[in-house]
């Protein structure tokens, strides 16, 4: 089966604060020919990891590179290696997701009121400008 994996299921992975529901996940990340995770998956996952259960950038990084490297699991790469770029530079994986998103669909430039997510999305080789 071909799954598209919800924000829930890699929490439960990660923090396994459910053991029954850790080991279905476990169990269906295994038996899934392919298991794709969407990149609003990731921002949502990085966000209940941070604010949630106070995890730091290191290990939401640590856990995404894991993911990353299981054969079966698919992502959009370049969006995802964008938002770790950011998420270690010290700011949110989402705002180096979203700008390199939009660059593949047509975006030129990252606009934001967020001073920090303008200068670390600069800092990765996307234009942005900072509104103020």
Not at 86 to 99: Q, R, S, W, Y
Not at 101 to 129: H, K, N, S
Request: hydrophobic residues 45%; aromatic residues 6%.
């Amino acid at each position: 089966m071909k799954v598209i994996g919800d924000t829930n299921l890699l929490v439960r992975l990660t923090t396994h604060d459910d053991p029954v529901q850790a080991a279905w996940a476990s169990q269906e990340l295994r038996r899934a020919e392919l298991l794709v995770f969407p990149t609003t998956v990731l921002c949502e996952f990085c966000w209940v990891l941070t604010k949630s259960y106070h995890r730091t950038n290191e290990a939401v990084q640590a856990a995404i590179m894991t993911l990353h490297a299981i054969p079966n699991v698919v992502t959009e790469s370049h969006v995802v290696e964008a938002g770790l770029k950011v998420l270690a530079a010290g700011g949110d994986f989402a705002d180096g997701a979203i700008a390199a998103a939009g660059r593949q669909v047509g975006g030129e430039t990252f606009v934001t009121f967020d001073r920090q997510a303008a200068q670390l999305v600069e800092q990765i080789g996307i234009p942005t400008r900072l509104l103020s």
